[in-house]
């Protein structure tokens, strides 16, 4: 029997709520030692004075778990097509110590951040209030230019490895993709796991 493809679509984005996110599947590797990195330090004044920071390109495990964070909802509850086209994830950081997450329609998750003491490319991270914390560890910068994005790589506290970029825009150039994109690869995260989101349909 053959389906319309918008019948397919529905029947797919069914399927994917009632199955909710697989975490398992999105996890893609242990943490590993992060190499020192050949980028310009990262400007803390540059990152504490951009609100808000987009969150563009990242792996599938760190868009997972920043979205449960944010809904505060279990992964078997949260549909595949809720995060991907529902997140509209942003940052706030501020020179405090709090980084704020807000997405789906101005839900927030506070964070609480401690600079490590022998690199101040690095902070440890953990979620604020809720019932769950899905995404907490130590972010480490291992790429930036210091104008318009920065490359975090997380070793969170469950010993997965995940990585996402802070962008001072929605979209990044296909330059910049390709230049993240390789460093990804170089750093050993696999390329079937990384993911864009889309904010043309985000309402503020």
Not at 45 to 55: A, E, G, I, L, N
Not at 172 to 197: M, Q, R, W
Request: with cysteine; aromatic share 14%.
């Amino acid at each position: 029997m053959w389906y319309s493809l918008s019948a397919v679509v529905t029947l797919l984005c069914i399927a994917s709520v009632v199955q909710g996110l697989d975490l398992k599947s999105a996890n893609d590797q242990p943490c590993f030692n992060i190499p020192t990195p050949k980028t310009p330090k990262l400007d803390e004044k540059w990152v504490h004075s951009t609100h808000p920071m987009y969150f563009p390109v990242m792996s599938t495990n760190s868009l997972y778990r920043v979205s449960l964070n944010v809904l505060q909802k279990e992964a078997k509850d949260v549909g595949f097509a809720t995060v991907y086209y529902d997140a509209c994830l942003k940052w706030d950081m501020y020179d405090n110590g709090t980084i704020f997450s807000t997405g789906f329609n101005g839900l927030r998750k506070e964070y609480k951040t401690k600079t490590l003491v022998d690199n101040p490319d690095a902070f440890t991270f953990v979620g604020e209030g809720g019932y769950k914390d899905f995404y907490s560890g130590t972010l480490y910068t291992t790429l930036t230019d210091n104008k318009s994005f920065f490359f975090a790589t997380v070793c969170m506290n469950n010993r997965e490895m995940s990585w996402g970029v802070a962008s001072t825009t929605p979209t990044l150039t296909e330059e910049t993709k390709k230049k993240i994109f390789d460093h990804a690869v170089s750093l050993g995260f696999n390329k079937e796991d990384f993911t864009e989101l889309k904010y043309d349909t985000c309402e503020n």
